[in-house]
Nanobody
Framework: QVQLVESGGGLVQAGGSLRLSCAAS????????MGWFRQAPGKEREFVAV????????YYADSVKGRFTISRDSAKNTVYLQLNSLKPEDTAVYYCAASRSYSTLRIDYATWGQGTQVTVSS
């Protein structure tokens, strides 16, 4: 059972940056992929980015490609999401999640963090 805890959210101005962290504790598996999703008020939770823990392959949603970067620190059992050039439409609760597969689908992620709020002002 892996536990995930997000941190790093906050209020930023449009064009600014944040770095979100997701710390994994408990039993972890190196074969997992780690994903970031977000959910804005009134909208469904949507895929943002995913990274394979082994090898580090990444994939991004079109809406964030070129602005966001997902990475991992194996020694710290932590995955990061660097958010640059933030826009008001990026405002959402951001969740990290663990999957046995390299996937963009919510259903493939069995373990989720509690979420961290990102608010981008205009």
């Amino acid at each position: 059972q892996v536990q995930l805890v997000e941190s790093g959210g906050g209020l930023v101005q449009a064009g600014g940056s944040l770095r979100l962290s997701c710390a994994a504790s408990g039993r972890t598996f190196s074969s997992y992929s780690m994903g970031w999703f977000r959910q804005a008020p009134g909208k469904e939770r949507e895929f943002v980015a995913v990274i394979k823990w082994s090898g580090g392959s990444t994939y991004y949603a079109d809406s964030v490609k070129g602005r966001f970067t997902i990475s991992r620190d194996s020694a710290k059992n932590t995955v990061y999401l660097q958010l640059n050039s933030l826009k008001p439409e990026d405002t959402a609760v951001y969740y990290c999640a663990a999957s046995r597969s390299y996937s963009t689908l919510r259903i493939d992620y069995a373990t989720w963090g509690q979420g961290t709020q990102v608010t981008v002002s205009s």
